[in-house]
């Protein structure tokens, strides 16, 4: 659910219910900005541990695992696993048993974020000045996260992340101000 990015002073009798309902609308907020078809949303709700962070159980493997196989990706992109994020790294080991797992060809994206602590850059999607303000504007429908980092950083998510979209294209010299940087990894199946 991400409840554990809640902070407790952000919402006035803080529970991991009341703080997964929060996560759960900055999403919808996002996504109906982006121009996601809302009716296509679908919460999984997973099991948390006490640090409100995924725990891959059995019923974990089992939901995820169900959803993997109805929709049978041919891409996914999700945080890499050299990550400091527990959730981030669950999901990576997650996803990769599935598409180790499955009887087609599945191509991985692992996106860069401020939490990656190591990966390489085989991709990369550069974009401008334009696009970054578009980008921001959706990244502050994340407003208990855009709250937290300003608490404890001194600026909020949106220029968060946006600063790490900016390393990774002076890194690579594109010729935009900013790009999202990905690993990629290819499964085939076993034969």
Same mark, same amino acid.
């Not at 929060?22 to 999403?27: A, D, L, N």
């Given at each position: *659910? ?19 309902? $929060? ?31 995924? $725990? ?12 993997? #196989? !109805? ?44 939490? *990656? ?7 990369? $999607? ?19 996260? #855009? ?13 968060? $992340? ?22 990629? !990894? ?6």
């Amino acid at each position: *659910t991400g409840s554990s990015g809640v902070n407790d002073s952000f919402l006035e009798h803080p529970t991991k219910h009341r703080k997964a309902k $929060i996560r759960e609308t900055e999403q919808i907020e996002a996504l109906s900005f982006f121009g996601f078809p809302l009716s296509h949303i679908r919460f999984l709700r997973l099991p948390e541990d006490q640090q409100g962070d995924m $725990i891959l159980d059995a019923e974990c493997r089992k939901t995820v695992g169900k959803l993997f #196989q !109805e929709f049978n990706p041919d891409m996914m992109a999700l945080p890499y696993g050299e990550d400091s994020n527990p959730s981030h790294q669950r999901t990576f080991a997650l996803a990769r048993q599935l598409a180790m797992a499955a009887s087609k060809v599945v191509l991985a994206f692992y996106n860069q974020d401020p939490k *990656t602590i190591k990966m390489q850059l085989d991709a990369y $999607i550069a974009f401008d000045q334009a696009t970054s303000l578009w980008k921001r504007e959706m990244l502050r429908f994340h407003h208990s996260q #855009q709250t937290r980092n300003l608490q404890t950083r001194g600026y909020g998510f949106d220029e968060r $992340i946006l600063k790490v979209n900016a390393v990774i294209a002076k890194q690579l010299k594109t010729n935009q101000a900013y790009a999202e940087g990905f690993q990629v !990894e290819l499964f085939e199946p076993a034969l």
